[in-house]
């Protein structure tokens, strides 16, 4: 019979985690919201947070796990660069690092010229799936709001995109009741642009954001701001993320009474970074970052990253960038 082991006798112990280093597994995926293949060769870069470049390799996609220094100050806030062949480059800053919890980071690459594709976004998935943006929709249109949908697909895809970015980014959002989109009535088709949508909300909607601001879930926007914005009277911009935040500017002067509720006009729009050294530091998507107005591309990419980051639902505007 086997005897049984003295009390004394050693028990096995896991090695100790490295105190001076952390883990971070980089995930890489493309415009389909879909691992990027297997094999595909990402150049990673990644720097420091006092931008001490401590790596720049291929590596086999889609995922790749790397150790780095933990220092326990603001350079573990580190900054990660990803390329490949055939598509544009994405990043993200601060990735904290810790020896306690191996990290996570999913980046988004878009393939070169890659086009907006409505397969999964036509009028009957809108209706099935956006049952609250297929309402507004109709009840901004005159006729057929699957036609007049299907002409934005047609004619102004862009338009539609930034559409879609900004009203299921404002659906993801608390409010002390609600969420933004919860308060519109119409939008203001004819207005819709590639950076921003226009529309009628319930008044209500500005006590709402103020209340949200008050809590610390927006900022309030200098008047600096406000002029950017012809006869706007009050703008508030979300927080949560380091970038793609939704903005809310009214123009509260312009009102009309919708089914019996007063409205404010309301112009939402979505700002690639929180803090305009951002883009400078990362240089995300750079092609993209050199016109005026926000690229409803450059935003699904951001967005989709930030609340990947911020373990919030998926970022899921039904069309992809293929």
Known sequence: MAQPKPATEPIAIKPAVNPNTGIVTINVFDGKRQAIPQGTQILL???DGAQNQLFRNYVDGPSVTLELPFHNNLADNYSIIAFANGYEQAGFQPVAISPNAPGQLDLMLLPNKGAFHFAGAQWTDIVTKKPLVAQIFAASVTGSAAAAYGALIEDHP?????????STA????SLPQNSPLDYFKTFDVPALAPDRIFGYADAALVDQVRLAAQQGEFDTQPAIDLALHGDA??????NQFGEANVQLTFHEKNRKTIDGV????????IDYFKDPAGHLLLEVIPNALTGNLSNPRVVYVLRWIAGRHAGVPNFDPLYTIE
């Open 45 to 47: 870069t990644v720097f």
């Open 158 to 166: 862009d338009h539609l995109a930034c559409l879609l970015n900004i």
């Open 170 to 173: 404002m659906q993801q959002i």
């Open 233 to 238: 009277t009050s703008s508030f911009k979300q």
């Open 262 to 269: 007063d409205c404010v006009y309301v112009e939402p729009d």
